[in-house]
C-alpha cells in the first residue's frame, strides 16, 4: 500500500499492493457503499441493475455484504472494539481508499465483514467516505499528489477525493474539504472537478475547490475556469484570475473579486482574515484542529478581528485572537478549548 504522509512524503513501506483476487466481491462492496452513502442517481441505479444481470453471482454476493452489514453480529462485534482502535481513523497521514486498485487485499465476503467491524462499523460516516475516496488527508494535514496526467494536486485538511482518468478522462470528485489545482495543460482532454453543487472545467489552469454541506466554493489563482451547476449546466460563468462564485443547489453566486493569497494561505500552512468577525475565524480554525472549540458568551462571536497565523499551532492563534479581542481563553483537558 503506498502511504503518502504530510505535505506529500512517501512512506518508507510503499509498494505493498496486491492485486485483488475475487472483484465480483469488489464490485459489490462498492455498490454497497455507493448506497449507504446516499440514493442511487437513476443512471446508476440502471448501471447497478445491468451489474447484477451480468451473473447470479453478482446479486448473492451483493445480498451477502448487505446482509452482514445490517445484522446484529456486527453492531455487537463494534460495540466491543476497544476505544484506542476506534481512534485509528484518524491517521495523521494521507491513503489511497480500500477500493483503489493498487491497494486491494480482501480475501472474500467474511473479510469484507471483518474490515467493516475492525476498521469503522462505529463511525459509519467515515467508512463510506473511505469506500469512496482515493485520497484522503486528516484534520490539520495537507498532501500533494500527483495525477495521472501529471496535473498536481495539494489536499488541504479533512479531505477526501475520488478520481477517474480512465480513456483520456480527467475527472475529480471533490467528496469532502477543498484541494488546489495546478493543471497541466491539454486542450483535447478537459480537467473537470465537482464538487456536491457544482462543476469546473479547465485545459490548463490553477485553482481551488472547497465543498460544504450547503456550497462550493471555486477561487482561480491562474488561468481561465468555466463553473456550472451540477443540477442545471446551463447556469454557468467563468473565471478571471483573481476571481471567485459559489454555487448552491438553487444558483450561482455573483462573480466577486477576491485575492488568492488570502484565500489560498493555507497552501503554506497559514490563516489570513482582515476585519472578519470571530465567529467566522473559528469555524475556519475549527476545521484544523483536533480538539473542541466553545464559545460561551455570544458577544464573542461579534468581536471584528484581523490577523495572519499559523495552522500547526491553532491554540496558539485563538489564545493571541481572544487576547486581541479581550476575551478569556481557558484550556481544558480533552482538547477543549473555551472562550468568554
Known sequence: MIRVGQEGA????AGEASAYPDPIVDEALEWLARQQNAPLARADQQQFQEWLRRSPRHGEEFRSLEAMWGSPELRKAAEGL???ARGSMDRRRLLPSARHPRTRSLRGAAAAAIVMIAIGAWQYPALMLRWRADYITATGDRANVSLPDGSLMLLNTASAVS????????????????????VRHDPAHPFRVAGHFGETEVKGTAFAVRTESDRDTVVLERGRVEVSRLS????HVELDPGEMVTAT???????????PSEILAWRDGRIIFENQRLSRVLDELRRYYHGIVIVADGRVDDLVVTGNYRLDDVPGAIGTL??????????LPGGIILLR
Open 163 to 182: 478520481i477517474d482518468f480512465r480513456n483520456g478522462q480527467r475527472h475529480v470528485t471533490i467528496l469532502e474539504g477543498e484541494a488546489f489545482f495546478d
Open 322 to 331: 481572544a487576547d486581541a479581542a479581550g476575551a478569556t481563553m481557558t484550556r
Open 232 to 235: 442545471d449546466s446551463g447556469d
Open 82 to 84: 476497544p476505544a484506542a
Open 249 to 259: 443547489a438553487k444558483a450561482l453566486s455573483t462573480v466577486v473579486r477576491r485575492d
Open 10 to 13: 512517501e512512506d518508507d513501506k
